[in-house]
């Protein structure tokens, strides 16, 4: 167990942590971590040769097998699973030799599935999205009912590399006696926390955590139901 004090009094500890690279702990103890990012993805089974005129859908894109028409052709190689799965993904990518979609993805083949994620172009690069890109719908026809998207649409869920912050902070009577501040080496768009009372276990509380510019503000003896001396808060803050 690792224990650090702040300079204003506040017992900050972080426990046993596994400290990855891009982690560092600063001089008050806070634990940071710069992550790498993480991204929006969907699988769809594809373990039976389409037929004729089957289609999958990906956003605004849909693929139809074998049937040349309105929508993007992915032809269909007799017999051929895996090429015909291969030639489904290349359209996907922009790289096929008839038609080729148009969403921002990537598609690869992950056994008898095709796996697809967001990114910067068709069959582009990876892409951390934030909240506020609008989810992908997606949806298959196709006679073999067990070749289905894992998920109805490429929601997005991913977040571009930025700071996080976590640690845990132990109430007293000095804590209590007036709000207190954590201190962080970024400016937070949002943070998390729980209450917990010193056997571990949950605690309702009105106490209130709110950020601010580089920190936290934590008032632990707001409301009808205030913290007490030896509960904690687990907290985790990010950028």
Not at 48 to 58: K, R, S
Not at 209 to 235: C, E, F, H, K, Q
């Amino acid at each position: 167990m690792a224990t650090f004090v702040q300079n204003d009094g506040i017992q900050v500890t972080t426990g046993d942590l596994q400290v990855d690279t891009g982690s560092f702990i600063d001089a008050d103890g806070n634990v940071m971590k710069v992550p790498q990012g993480s991204y929006s993805s969907a699988i769809l089974n594809f373990a039976t040769l389409p037929i004729a005129a089957d289609t999958v859908t990906i956003g605004a894109d849909v693929y139809e097998f074998g049937n040349p028409g309105a929508n993007i052709d992915v032809p269909i190689t007799p017999l051929d699973v895996t090429a015909t799965m291969n030639d489904f993904i290349d359209a996907i990518n922009g790289a096929a030799a008839v038609e080729n979609g148009t969403e921002n993805v990537l598609a690869e083949a992950v056994g008898a599935s095709v796996k697809i994620t967001y990114a910067d172009a068709p069959g582009g690069t990876k892409s951390a999205v934030g909240s506020g890109v609008s989810t992908m719908v997606l949806s298959e026809v196709l006679t073999a009912v067990a070749d289905v998207w894992n998920q109805a649409n490429l929601n997005a869920c991913g977040r571009a590399a930025g700071k996080f912050a976590f640690g845990t902070v132990v109430i007293d009577a000095t804590n209590l006696a007036t709000a207190f501040t954590i201190d962080l080496p970024f400016d937070p768009a949002g943070c998390s926390w729980k209450a917990f009372a010193a056997a571990n276990t949950e605690k309702a509380t009105s106490a209130t955590a709110v950020i601010g510019t580089n920190l936290l503000t934590v008032d632990a003896d707001a409301g009808g139901t205030p913290l007490i001396a030896t509960d904690y808060i687990v907290w985790h803050a990010w950028e």
